[in-house]
């Protein structure tokens, strides 16, 4: 018995860690966005409404045990014949598809909602590469490009747009919000947003192979002039890319950050092409991305 | 020879060739036969899954041509497939007609559809292996686009099938030519004549899915 | 010559890693120790006689279990170097290259090299005797599933010295696993030994449905059977609707690989999405085919050791069947961030949280079946007890996972780590543990020592929690699955490290279990009666171990619990030897042709590793011959003559 108590003392000190441990170390529990606010949220709600079933549960499970438990004149009842219900039963079906009925409802909700960006402002677009093994980010409305960090500006709706032109990966940044699978030949959309400038660390969250766990980055977000300095500064200080230099990125190597002042116009494109793309469910990122030309092939 | 069988205290349900005042075939009265029969039922179910993994990716894959060639290009050959229709189909009658035979007791007849059977089986493989051919010189490969790999994957599993129930026809004739017809040449020949409808009726899908909607499209 | 030789050795053996080099002289050492052993006492034509060519179903589950035993053994040293790898940031312990291997070929064992022979064991020992039966439907496929898994398994483990290992993760997602990326034979070792041991699951899914469909005991009505054999033939259906998916996306990966085709390509038209479709297709019923018989395991247990009948029967297999088909529904909750539409991601959401509700009403009738019972706390209710709690909480975090916008942040992090471990150790091993414990007397006819099974647990238990409690926080904190190594800056440390203390924690348990084990072996409490718990069901009506044919006369069963109802009116199977005469029992041959066969399996699978063609071709044609020679057998099974019958019931104190 003795020791059922110590893992329950365990168990409740590993429960206010997660309580007081909102700090920096937890960014899922400390969101930075719209985004990862919801999804906060949603957390926050599934525990409590499954929390309020299973720990009574528990609970009774381990009070029925030890009440009934076999020992020499027990006076507690003993029925071997009891086995049925109707009554018992129909609360025990009926509680979990109430519960579930509530989490179904909310889940369907948000997860249509967060198909749209999180605010009504004019977004800014970031395509994302993954690479072995390292991120490649071109801005196509600023022209530039970065690899392994990004910038980005507050309060606004950032479109990530991604892609892979090696094994699938997966975005990923924690503090804002969402993730998103890239993979070869296929455009997909993921919203994001972040309230406050402070840098974020982002992962590489799907294996792609040897080195997969360099793959981390930085996203700074800063105010809409900081960033517009920034684009400034990197298209009158960096190199630009070219095809040859995409090629060269493109093989397999650990990177550290760089940054282009331009790149090809038609280089995403003719990633998502060259791996594919004319196959897969893409139209709807031909159709908005006016901006980016058509694919050279 | 059955009675000595379904003697046996094996727990089977079906202690006589007698269940529930019926009488049963033959190729229920050992005690392995009802057994045998309905693990092969539930044998095709799952390879009927696998078959339809198998179509589900062709059906995916068919306009993955990588600009090579498509279907409607790859099929023009209309007569070699519906060859090879037309005679699986027949090949699933005569084991039908198998089958009746061995209802009558008549070895010879039961002997004869089946190797009518087997010859047609041979017949389906070989011209299904000259397309093959045929396109292998054309340079239709499986490693030419994702069309041709689903294409080759899928008729090809069904062909391996059909080799497969070959072989083991043959067997089961040998056996039947040795022992006549008894309660375990019947649950053999029974459960190989399932097997053929089944390929049969796989085939009847390859032949609308892949061929018809190729020419078709 | 001898150059070229030397080249081809050092590719075909792995070398550079100390601990490969001490693992391939362990290996040699203990193979000449066991071929030493064996012929010093004379054994081989024991070996083969009673073990390798038995179509027995009791002993066909021993060996699963021991190979199941033998596999969680390899799989948890896996973990443990992986463990030791993570405690502390920017270790070098293992290199990247090591470390994805170790992670491919722990997750990959352990599920289908662990946790799917021990069901299979549990099935073969207790099921037939359940229903009253003298073995499964089909004994001689039952060997060939044996041998087929034991091939496999084989194959896939000597990866780890011959050629190298797996590296793409237990899912093998392409297009990393092909050719461009993955060009070394260990993704072929993955490919055949699943493809090989796949094969036998399936067989072992047909064998059990027709098994529990056909040979019960007269009177035993579908709703009068144990609910473990309600539990296997929901794991059964199961298992023969989703492997067929398995074998295709190996297949076809396969075909990539080896004939250069473009399935799962980034060129040619190929889409590595189908693969991932496959997959999961098979890989969510997959676990639940391994629940399954854990949900029946407690259900027996509980039932048992309440001295009670279990709550809510009917309630208990209808909530089997729901989760059965409802599996099928769910698989694309492995990929919600993969691009899929947020109609598409409701539906599987909404359907994986369904499952959720039969699961809870098995804990609401298990808690009921205790009240009002007298629960004994002996180890098997230990485990149950354990398996409980640990279950609902692992049922928790799933309904979290499958709530579609906390998945868009947890997924492939830490949390999901945690989740999945919670529900296949907590809920899968820690049931099956439960089962192991009840089954062993009735296998071994000994019971396990309680008080060295104490220690077992509450190591293991513990060391559970101290291990996968603190990963759900790194899931939280953002840390990702796969990583080999983290920087110090990242704020990750001190969960890591209490992470690994608990996984050593967990291998002391392991430790203390094969110490009772063996401890037992020797001095274990005898079980004499055949029935040590006081059970409910027919297993316990016959003799620890029990005697080849299982029953010398077939009970009539009338009432759910049919040997506790017989007991309640005073019956006992001694008294049908007594009343009733002897008669021959039909029982199959043994056969070496299982083994043969599966071994040409293994040739051939070994010669594709390599793409040795020829090899393949030979073990190919191998396999052909010795289906044709089985085609050929006619007669398959022999009598045991009345009077041996009556001379070993006599000899077993029953007449
Ligand atoms: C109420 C029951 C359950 C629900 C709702 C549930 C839900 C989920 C979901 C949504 C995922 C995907 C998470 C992700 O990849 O982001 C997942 C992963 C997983 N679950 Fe569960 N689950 C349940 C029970 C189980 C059980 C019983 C087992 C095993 C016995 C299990 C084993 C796994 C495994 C192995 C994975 C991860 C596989 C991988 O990515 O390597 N789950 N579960
Ligand atoms: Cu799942």
Request: proline residues 5%; charged residues 15%.
């Amino acid at each position: 018995m003795k020791t059922w108590w110590r893992k329950g003392l365990f168990l409740g000190a590993l429960g206010l860690l997660f309580l007081t441990g909102c700090s920096e170390k937890y960014p899922l529990l400390d969101p930075q966005g719209p985004v990862a606010r919801k999804e906060y949220h949603m957390l926050l709600l599934t525990t409590i409404l499954t929390g309020i079933v299973i720990v009574p549960v528990v609970i009774l499970l381990f009070v029925v045990a030890f009440r009934y438990r076999d020992r020499p004149n027990s006076k507690a009842a003993y029925k071997p014949d009891w086995h049925e219900s109707k009554w018992l039963e129909i609360i025990w079906w009926g509680i979990p598809v109430i519960i579930i009925l509530i989490i179904a409802t909310v889940t369907v909700k948000e997860t249509f909602a967060l198909q749209y960006p999180p605010e009504k402002k004019e977004p800014i677009t970031v395509e994302v590469t993954s690479l072995d093994w390292k991120w490649l980010f071109t801005y196509p409305e600023q022209g530039i490009a970065t690899v392994n960090y990004m910038n980005i500006p507050t309060d606004r709706p950032v479109k990530f747009v991604l892609t892979s032109d090696a094994p699938i990966n997966a975005f990923w940044i924690p503090s804002l919000g969402g993730m998103q699978y890239t993979m070869p030949g296929m455009a997909m959309r993921l919203w994001s947003q972040a309230d406050e400038p402070g840098t974020y660390i982002g992962k590489g969250a799907n294996f792609s192979g040897k080195h997969f766990a360099k793959m981390s980055f930085k996203v700074n977000a800063q105010s809409q002039e900081d960033f517009d300095k920034w684009v400034e500064e990197i298209k009158s200080t960096k190199p630009a890319l070219t095809n040859e230099g995409y090629a060269e990125l493109s093989k397999q190597s650990v990177v550290g950050e760089s940054a282009y002042s331009s790149y090809p116009e038609d280089l995403y494109m003719n990633i998502l092409m060259k791996n594919g793309g004319e196959y897969m469910p893409n139209h709807w990122m031909m159709m908005e991305n006016q901006k980016t030309a058509q694919p050279t092939k | 020879m059955s009675t000595a069988i379904h003697k046996s205290s094996h727990g089977s349900v079906h202690e006589s060739p007698k269940y529930k005042g019926k009488v049963l075939p033959l190729e229920y009265t050992s005690h392995e036969g009802p057994l045998n029969i309905l693990g092969f039922w539930i044998f095709l179910a799952t390879d009927l899954i696998l078959f339809g993994c198998l179509f589900a990716t062709y059906f995916v894959l068919r306009t993955h041509v990588d600009g090579g060639v498509t279907d409607k290009e790859l099929f023009d050959n209309i007569t070699s497939f519906t060859a090879e229709t037309v005679i699986l189909l027949t090949s699933s009658f005569t084991s039908s007609l198998a089958i009746f035979a061995m209802r009558n007791n008549n070895k010879k007849r039961l002997i004869g559809w089946l190797i009518v059977t087997v010859i047609l089986g041979l017949s389906f493989v070989g011209l299904e292996l000259r397309e093959f051919i045929e396109y292998y010189h054309e340079g239709y490969t499986m490693s030419r686009s994702a069309f041709l790999s689903g294409f080759f994957t899928l008729v090809g599993t069904h062909g391996c099938h059909v080799s497969l129930g070959i072989i083991w026809m043959i067997s089961i004739i040998t056996q039947i030519a040795r022992y006549g017809i008894d309660a375990i040449n019947a649950r053999k020949t029974f459960i190989i004549s399932l097997y053929w409808h089944f390929l049969d009726i796989v085939w009847v899908f390859i032949f609308s899915v892949v061929y018809l909607t190729g020419v078709v499209s | 010559m001898l150059d070229r030789l030397k080249e081809f050795a050092s590719n075909f053996f792995v070398t550079g890693e100390p601990m490969i080099y001490m693992s391939d002289v362990a290996i040699v050492l203990v193979s000449l120790a066991i071929i030493f052993t064996l012929t010093y006492f004379k054994k081989w034509k024991w070996l083969w006689r009673e073990w390798i060519t038995t179509v027995d179903h009791k002993r066909i589950g021993i060996m699963y279990l021991i190979s199941a035993l033998l596999m969680l053994f390899r799989g948890g040293v896996d973990a443990l170097l992986m463990r030791t790898q993570l405690a502390l940031p920017n270790q070098h312990f293992l290199d990247a290259q090591h470390y994805n291997e170790i992670f491919t070929t722990h997750g990959t064992i352990m599920i289908l090299f662990m946790a799917m022979p021990f069901i299979f064991a549990l099935f073969n020992i207790a099921v037939p005797l359940q229903l009253g039966a003298r073995d499964v439907a089909f004994p001689y496929l039952n060997a060939i599933s044996f041998w087929m898994f034991f091939f496999g398994a084989l194959l896939f483990n000597l990866s780890f010295v011959i050629g190298g290992s797996p590296d793409g993760g237990w899912m093998s997602y392409p297009p990393l696993t092909e050719l461009p990326t993955d060009p070394g034979p260990g993704e072929n070792f993955y490919l055949l030994g699943l493809q090989i041991s796949g094969i036998g699951s399936i067989a072992t899914g047909i064998n059990f449905i027709v098994t529990i469909l056909k040979m019960r005991a007269p009177g035993m009505k579908l709703m009068k059977m144990p609910l473990f054999c309600w539990s296997v033939l929901a794991s059964c259906i199961v298992i023969i609707f989703a492997f067929p998916a398995l074998t295709i996306a190996l297949l076809l990966l396969m075909i990539d690989r080896m004939a250069g085709a473009h399935f799962f390509t980034m060129t040619g038209g190929g889409n590595p999405m189908m693969y991932i479709n496959l997959f999961w297709v098979w890989g969510h019923p997959e676990v639940y085919i391994v629940i399954l018989p854990a949900f029946g395991i407690l259900s027996e247990v509980v039932a048992t050791f309440s001295r009670k009948k279990i709550f809510g029967y009917a309630s208990m297999v209808a909530s089997l069947m729901v989760i059965s088909i409802v599996s099928y529904l769910v698989w694309a909750h492995h990929y919600f961030v993969m691009g899929a539409s947020a109609g598409v991601n409701s539906f599987f959401g909404v359907a994986s949280m369904i499952i959720g509700i039969p699961t809870g009403v098995k804990i609401f009738n298990w808690i009921f079946t205790m009240f009002r019972g007298r629960v004994r706390m002996t180890l098997p209710i230990y485990w149950t007890m354990a398996m409980i709690t640990c279950f609902a909480f692992g049922g928790m975090t799933g309904i979290m996972l499958a709530a579609v916008p906390i998945d868009y942040q947890v997924h492939n992090s830490y949390f999901l780590i945690a989740h999945f471990h919670q529900t296949l150790i907590g809920g899968v091993v820690f049931g099956l543990l439960a089962g192991l414990y009840y089954w062993w007397p009735k296998m071994f006819g000994f019971k396990l020592n309680e008080r060295l099974g104490k220690w077992a647990f509450w190591f293991f238990n513990i060391g559970f929690y101290v291990c996968f409690m603190p990963q759900y926080a790194l899931g939280f904190m953002g840390m990702t699955r796969r990583v080999y190594t983290y920087p110090a800056d990242a704020g990750w440390t001190s969960m890591n490290f209490t992470s690994t203390i608990g996984a050593y924690m967990m291998g002391v348990g392991f430790i203390f279990m094969v110490v009772q084990i063996l401890y037992s072996i020797k001095y274990g409490e005898r079980d004499l009666t055949g029935d040590p718990w006081d059970g409910r069901t027919l297993e316990w009506s016959v003799p620890s171990p029990a005697p080849e044919y299982n029953f010398a006369h077939i009970p009539e069963v009338e009432e759910r619990d049919a040997w506790w109802e017989m007991k309640q009116k005073g019956q006992s199977l001694v008294q049908l030897n007594h009343q009733k005469p002897f008669e021959p029992i039909h029982m199959p041959n043994n056969s070496g042709r299982p083994f043969i066969m599966s071994l040409f399996f293994f040739i051939a699978g070994f010669g594709l590793v390599f793409n040795w063609w020829w090899m393949g071709a030979v073990g190919l044609l191998g396999v052909a011959v010795t289906m044709v020679l089985r085609s050929q057998e006619r007669h398959d099974s022999h009598y045991i003559p009345a009077e041996e019958v009556q001379r070993s019931e006599a000899a077993l104190g029953r007449f």
